[in-house]
């Protein structure tokens, strides 16, 4: 019998379901490992900004399937609404059984408080140039797909993985600065609304540090992606930790390429989705009784 880790809280953001880019068999492995209490998915998590019809893979209903099975299973989940998903800020504040979509978040941690949103509200470029911004982003599913090329060609050989993305972005001091800003500017609002922590994703780029100035103190996080980094936050026995697929142990189980799952088609999912409207009946019939 398989052990799942249990977790108080897991963090995703930056799936980007629907994208070349997206790894969603590594983010399988990562779900099946894990037992959490609460799952946030911190925006961007279907792309629907490059949606396309001619690309929606069965691993990638299969993520969505896994989450809505989790639901039905009594996990907490919350959509958080990102820039690359903003369609379902329209539906903000909706609940369907364990699964709510919200624009942001406030959790209370073991008496800290903890703050989610996506970060996009901070990005100059998607507020006041969405058309540049949508432009960047097929720009950067290209990258990404072209990455992937160069990985395959790199693991034949025996050789370590390369992030054609990061290099770019590491490489320009334009894109350094936009990072280092944005995780500043989001800390010192943190502090000033007395919150221990800020939980973000958006500039992928997981991270975990302390952030102080005159008036306090706060940790600021990130959950990365699952584009390039395949990284999740964790929060268990008062503490957090970033996960990364590439270099953490604790997932034991391998990536599911075929079995009883590759005949997943949409009408699985739209099952998926109704046993959480059964599973919350029950449970609100039980409480009557």
Known sequence: MKIKREIEVAVISDVHLGTYGCHANHLLTYLN???????????????????????????HLKVIKKIMTMASNGVEVIYITGNHDEMLRKFSDTTIGNISIVDKAVLELNGKKAWFFHGDVFDISVQNAKWLAK???????????????????????????YSLSKKVKNGVKGAVKYINDFEKVISELAI????????????????????ENKH???????S?????N?????????????YNFNQDKLAPFAIVENGEDEDLEMKDLIAAITVVGQNKKKKSKKNKD
């Open 33 to 59: 490992s894990i037992a959490p209490n609460k799952l946030v998915l911190n925006g961007d998590i279907i792309d629907i900004w490059q949606f396309s019809k001619r690309y929606f893979p069965k691993s």
């Open 135 to 161: 432009l960047g982003g097929y720009g950067y599913d290209f990258l990404t797909l072209l990455n992937r090329g160069v990985n395959w060609y790199l693991e034949k050989r025996g050789k370590e993985r």
């Open 192 to 211: 000033e609304n007395n919150y221990d922590y800020v939980v973000c994703g958006h500039i992928h780029q997981p991270k975990m540090e302390y952030f």
């Open 216 to 222: 306090g103190k706060t940790m600021y996080l990130n």
């Open 224 to 228: 990365g992606d699952w584009v390039e």
């Open 230 to 242: 395949f990284t999740a936050l964790e929060y268990q026995f008062k503490r957090w930790k970033i």
